[in-house]
């Protein structure tokens, strides 16, 4: 084998010794203009509002603008697509779940993207409580018990809706019907809004739903709420019991949002962002705010981040195969 001329030698190293100050010099100019957070799913949906509650203090952290772009469509893959493929530059990240992160890769194919090597994991955000949410013209119930009841006494007269096929509604529901034996069809909408809306006007009977999406609803008594899907009650509805203690003993389902950079982002900007993430949940005001919607402030590192998608992933892996869930 030829040996590298020694002069050719000393031009390469002192090339790669050039491009590590270089590669220093960007992470420490970023942010240099405003930071994109694209996520797959419709304004008004639940990672939507965690979104808009932490903007105003990441922004201050970071010294940038934050601007929201929604590429809705596809269980939050048609985001994910677009971040995978997009620059590792620290501008674009996405806002991703349990769901497009987790489920997505049991439940679909042949994804253009490949959920692990394709992002890089940042910080979660919050753990997001479904609750059982129904429309009492519909479904005239009370408890989880009474719900279950009626359900399998009419096998395949009730619909019920999720946000979407793949989303996190969606197999939570799904799981539910395994556990309890019901015979349930599935009505996908584009998103919580939709989704809602089909249940208030009783084109289905109930959905899972986040807290936080359908709690004006409930105190407007425009819907019932059942159970919560966690095992502990939530500080925002105490008065509605875990469905493990009303009706389902053992079930439990929640969510994570988190975000995301492409493969490679550098992990000084990894870092930064989780800091300013972390800051903003710290904050006083903006955790009763969230808290008070439904949702438990998650504090990871980036490491301990990864660690969370990856045990997750295996999770809803095992609920996909157990319920047979699809996405048609």
Not at 93 to 107: E, Q
Not at 169 to 192: C, D, I, R, W
Not at 223 to 239: D, F, Q, W, Y
Not at 303 to 314: H, L, M, N, W, Y
Request: with cysteine; glycine share 8%; hydrophobic share 45%.
């Amino acid at each position: 084998m030829r040996m590298m001329p020694l002069h050719c030698f000393r031009l390469f190293a002192a090339a790669v010794l050039m491009t590590l100050p270089l590669a220093h010099a960007l992470a420490q100019d970023w942010p240099a203009k405003p930071i994109t957070i694209v996520m797959g799913f419709p304004a008004g949906s639940g990672v939507d509002i965690v979104a808009r509650t932490l903007q105003e203090s990441m922004e201050k952290s970071l010294n940038t603008r934050v601007v929201t772009e929604y590429r809705s469509g596809a269980g939050g893959n048609i985001a994910s697509d677009y971040v995978a493929k997009a620059r590792a530059d620290g501008y674009t990240i996405l806002l991703g779940t349990a769901a497009t992160h987790g489920v997505n890769a049991a439940l679909y194919r042949n994804l253009p993207f490949d959920v692990e090597a394709d992002f890089t994991p940042i910080a979660p955000l919050v753990d997001v409580s479904n609750v059982l949410t129904i429309n009492p013209d519909v479904i005239d119930v009370k408890t989880v018990g009474e719900f279950i009841e009626r359900v399998k006494a009419n096998p395949g007269k009730y619909n019920y809706a999720s946000t979407g096929n793949g989303t996190g509604t969606h197999l939570a529901f799904a799981e539910f019907n395994a556990k309890a034996g019901l015979n349930m069809q599935h009505v996908p909408y584009k998103g919580s809004v939709e989704a809602i809306q089909g249940m208030i006007k009783g084109d289905v009977c109930c959905l899972f739903a986040q807290v936080q999406t359908v709690i004006q609803h409930w105190r407007a008594n425009r819907v019932r709420l059942l159970g919560v899907s966690t095992k502990a009650r939530v500080n925002a509805v105490p008065e509605i019991p875990p469905i493990a203690e009303a009706g389902l003993p053992g079930f439990e389902s929640y969510t994570w949002f988190g975000l995301f950079g492409p493969k490679g982002l550098d992990p000084q900007i990894a870092n930064a962002i989780n800091a300013a993430v972390r800051k903003a949940l710290e904050t006083p005001a903006i955790r009763q705010k969230l808290v008070e919607l439904g949702n438990t402030p998650r504090l990871e590192t980036v490491e301990q981040f990864r660690a969370t998608v990856k045990s997750d992933r295996v999770k809803w892996a095992a609920v996909v195969k157990a319920t047979g869930a699809t996405i048609d």
